[in-house]
C-alpha cells in the first residue's frame, strides 16, 4: 500500500518569508507522480505543483517549488516571499494507479501579517 | 461558471434520515470522484466513475450509494445516516489518467448528523 506522511500539523512564518513544508511518502511503484494541493479557508481544493518521479529537475511553479528527493522518498514544498493568501491546508498526495490519489494528513500553513 | 459544482453546500440533519448529494461538471471530463474529508482534515477517496462505469470503490458502508446518471454527473446518496457519517464530501473530475490530467474539486459539501 502506499502512504503519504506530512509531519508538520501545524506551522507560521511572517509575511515575506520563505517557509518548507515537509512530505515523506512510500510506494513500490518505479514511476509515479506527486502532487501538492492547497485548500484555503473557502474549501476549494487548488492543485498548487506536481512532480513526476522520473524527472530528476524539481518543478517549480512562480513563488512554490519543491524539493524531491526520490532515493529518500522526500517531497518537501518550499514557498518564497510568502503572502497572506498563502495561508491554507497543504496536502501533499500519490498516485496509486492512474485513478486514485493519496493524499497526506495535512500542514495547516499560516501566514502572519 | 463553476467547473465543479456541488448541492448543496451545507446539509443538516438528523441521524437515521436518508439524503442526496448532487455533483456535476461542466468541463467535459470523463471520470469522476467523490472524496471524504473527516473532522481531523483527513481527505480519503470513496468512489470513482469513468463514462458512468465505477473504477474505484474503496471500503465504504453499503449505505453510500453512488449514482452516475451520465458522464457530467455523479451523486451521492447516504442511507440511514449516522453521526460518524459528519464531515465535509468532495466531489471531483478529470480526464483519464490521473497521472497525465489535472483533477478538479468542488467547494465540498459539509454534512452534519445530529
Known amino acids: 500500500a502506499q502512504t503519504v506522511t506530512q509531519s508538520q500539523p501545524e506551522m507560521s512564518v511572517q509575511e515575506a518569508e520563505t517557509v518548507t513544508l515537509s512530505c515523506t511518502y512510500d510506494?513500490?511503484?518505479?514511476?509515479?507522480?506527486l502532487f501538492w494541493y492547497k485548500q484555503p479557508p473557502s474549501r476549494q481544493m487548488i492543485l498548487v505543483i506536481r512532480?513526476?518521479?522520473?524527472?530528476?529537475q524539481n518543478a517549480t511553479e512562480n513563488r512554490f517549488s519543491v524539493n524531491f528527493q526520490k532515493a529518500a522518498k522526500s517531497f518537501s514544498l518550499k514557498i518564497s516571499d510568502s503572502q497572506l493568501g498563502d495561508t491554507a491546508m497543504y496536502f501533499c498526495?500519490?498516485?496509486?494507479?492512474?485513478?486514485?490519489?493519496?493524499f497526506g494528513q495535512g500542514t495547516r500553513l499560516t501566514i502572519n501579517p | 461558471d463553476t467547473a465543479v459544482s456541488q448541492t448543496p453546500k451545507y446539509l443538516v440533519t438528523q441521524m437515521g434520515n436518508d439524503k442526496s448529494i448532487k455533483c456535476e461538471q461542466n468541463l467535459g471530463h470523463d471520470t469522476m470522484y467523490w472524496y471524504k474529508q473527516d473532522s481531523k482534515k483527513f481527505l480519503k477517496i470513496m468512489f470513482s466513475?469513468?463514462?458512468?462505469?465505477?473504477?474505484i470503490n474503496e471500503t465504504v458502508p453499503n449505505r453510500f450509494s453512488p449514482k452516475s446518471p451520465d458522464k457530467a454527473h455523479l451523486n451521492l446518496h447516504i442511507n440511514s445516516l449516522e453521526l460518524g457519517d459528519s464531515a465535509v464530501y468532495f466531489c471531483a473530475s478529470s480526464r483519464g489518467d490521473l497521472a497525465k490530467n489535472i483533477q478538479y474539486f468542488g467547494a465540498g459539501t459539509r454534512l452534519s448528523v445530529l
Open positions: 498526495a500519490l498516485i496509486q494507479g492512474a485513478q486514485k490519489l493519496v
Open positions: 512532480q513526476e518521479a522520473y524527472k530528476q
Open positions: 510506494t513500490s511503484e518505479n514511476n509515479y507522480y
Open positions: 466513475y469513468n463514462n458512468k462505469e465505477l473504477i
